[in-house]
């Protein structure tokens, strides 16, 4: 594939609408309303609180959570969250930034990769990405996904320049990316990348790429920016080779230690979910492609195709082999399906305008059916049966949004796609973000959970939990600021504290603290806690 042209010929005020409108998007996607809701899980809160306690002990080496060394995860995250924390002060939106900002990164990085190569691709191929449904959750979450992510597409991309135009800049760039992506996550990124390129070369029979890539300054480029934290960190904890390497990356990806086995075909419906709502075209643009590198001798757009294919599909195979399994782990190819998709869709306008039938029909009822979903989602998180009128109203704006865009679609040809496609996508973020959040609050975070607690007498009493799930006790970890003990792991705090609690449970809980007594204080209906005063159990005390 032979570099165009007609990207420099390109109107300057063209080029301005479009980034004006790539940026705007990312704006609303990553960005609106990144703290309606507080952190969620029990990574988002134990990341977001690594990265502050590092940042009050003016360490950027060790990950540190409760004062001991958290060795599981490399440092690019906590990085990004410690200097937002330095710009904004420490907050749930502001632990959310660094993933929000990568992910506008590799949006832009996507269509300015489409602008040159792709000229009347690059706007479908930035939003496409952006607006697929694990691109937004992932670029709205304090995690190292999006950071691997967003630093290994970028490596890709300018890989993919480098093999086209043979300018050596651009090789440095994809090994300097390549380097922040194993800070990222660690060394599964180089491994996917090498795993990638050597299939992709052995495919074209051109083995001589490989060693044009293997430049001595592109390496010393990528140890430069990678091997410092890894040599610090390890001098600094000796046990951090064996806790990140052998236990969090050999032991995770061959054995079901961290209790997340799923099996072989697990990363069929999670891709099929994370590329929604572009689910019905991205599986037609993806069997035409195959078709396509098959039958077609390869090179030119072929090539291109084979190449996007194997940053897609590879590592859901690899990690499909993998005895753990989580959807965040197949992140890293979705931005492929979106480029591919891109490019299908510049050919069909370029053939022809008209857009099939059937692909009309199906990706409107898709969409629409999901802005459904999305009106329908307090009932969802709140587990409430929805009412009858809910569901059919629900289902009347479904219908007509999925109506309007057949409509269109079929007066319009494939041009119009992309437009309609944003509008359901735009509606539905707008409602969860203000509809959705109030109730993500309340059901699956402990932001409010924590401010009741703040409420009490004595307000920084220490806090303490039994019988709950982790995200409460790492939730309450982060918005307390406070290591929370543990109960069943023997943790019994030594003074008068509060106790977090299922409901029902304080009997429990007493057997594993004889000779306290519980006074109830208040309970957390939503997530069904019961909160209690705990203290010896001695005369003439007062709670």
């Not at 691109?135 to 890989?159: H, K, N, V, Y």
């Not at 689910?279 to 090179?299: E, K, N």
């Amino acid at each position: 594939m032979s570099e165009s042209k007609a990207a420099s010929k390109q109107p300057i005020s063209a080029m301005i609408v479009e980034s004006v409108t790539v940026v705007g998007f990312c704006a609303f996607l990553f960005f609106y309303g990144l703290g309606s809701f507080g952190l969620v899980g029990a990574d988002e809160p134990r990341y977001a609180q690594i990265a502050r306690e590092m940042l009050a002990r003016h360490d950027w080496v060790t990950p540190v959570l409760n004062g001991s060394a958290w060795l599981e995860k490399p440092i690019f995250y906590y990085w990004g969250a410690m200097l937002s924390y330095m710009a904004f002060g420490v907050s749930d939106w502001a632990a959310r930034m660094p993933s929000a900002v990568m992910a506008s990164g590799l949006v832009l990085a996507v269509y300015l990769f489409l602008r040159r190569f792709r000229p009347g691709s690059q706007v479908d191929g930035a939003l496409i990405v952006a607006t697929s449904v694990s691109i937004i959750g992932f670029a709205r979450a304090a995690s190292t996904d999006m950071p691997l992510a967003s630093m290994f597409g970028i490596s890709l991309l300018a890989w993919y320049v480098w093999l086209e135009t043979d300018q050596k800049r651009w090789l440095a760039t994809a090994y300097i990316f390549l380097a922040l992506a194993t800070l990222a996550k660690g060394p599964v990124a180089p491994f996917l990348a090498l795993l990638i390129v050597v299939v992709f070369c052995a495919l074209l029979r051109d083995f001589k790429v490989l060693g044009r890539m293997l430049w001595a300054p592109g390496l010393a480029l990528y140890f430069a920016v990678m091997l410092p934290w890894y040599v610090l960190v390890q001098v600094r904890n000796p046990q951090f080779l064996r806790v990140f390497l052998l236990e969090h990356n050999l032991a995770r990806f061959g054995t079901n230690m961290f209790q997340h086995q799923q099996p072989w075909w697990y990363f069929i419906p999670v891709l099929l979910i994370s590329v929604l709502p572009w689910t019905i075209v991205v599986l037609i643009a993806l069997f035409r492609s195959v078709r396509r590198v098959v039958q077609v001798r390869l090179g030119g757009a072929a090539t291109f195709e084979l190449f996007l294919l194997l940053w897609g599909v590879l590592p859901i195979v690899f990690f499909s082999i993998s005895e753990s399994k989580l959807p965040g782990y197949i992140l890293p190819a979705i931005p492929a399906f979106g480029i591919l998709l891109a490019d299908y869709l510049l050919q069909k306008r370029e053939q022809s305008r008209r857009a099939p039938v059937v692909l009309v029909i199906l990706h409107s009822l898709l969409s629409g059916t999901m802005l459904s979903g999305a009106l329908l989602v307090w009932f969802w998180i709140s587990r409430v049966k929805p009412i009858s009128g809910a569901i059919v109203a629900a289902g009347i704006v479904g219908a007509a949004i999925a109506l309007v865009m057949i409509v269109v679609m079929m007066l319009r040809g494939v041009a119009a796609l992309r437009l309609m496609t944003l509008v359901p996508v735009v509606l539905g973020m707008a409602f969860l973000i203000k509809m959705g959040a109030p109730v993500m609050d309340l059901h699956l975070s402990t932001r409010l959970l924590a401010a009741e607690i703040h409420s009490m007498e004595p307000a920084r009493a220490p806090v303490a939990v039994y019988g709950v799930k982790r995200e409460i006790q790492y939730g309450l970890n982060f918005y307390r600021n406070e290591q929370i003990l543990n109960y069943q792991n023997g943790e019994i705090p030594q003074l008068p504290h509060i106790l977090v609690v299922p409901q029902g449970k304080i009997d429990e809980a007493q057997k594993m603290a004889p000779g306290w007594s519980a006074l109830k204080l208040g309970e957390d209906v939503p997530q069904k806690l019961d909160l209690y005063w705990m203290q010896k159990a001695e005369p003439g005390s007062q709670p």
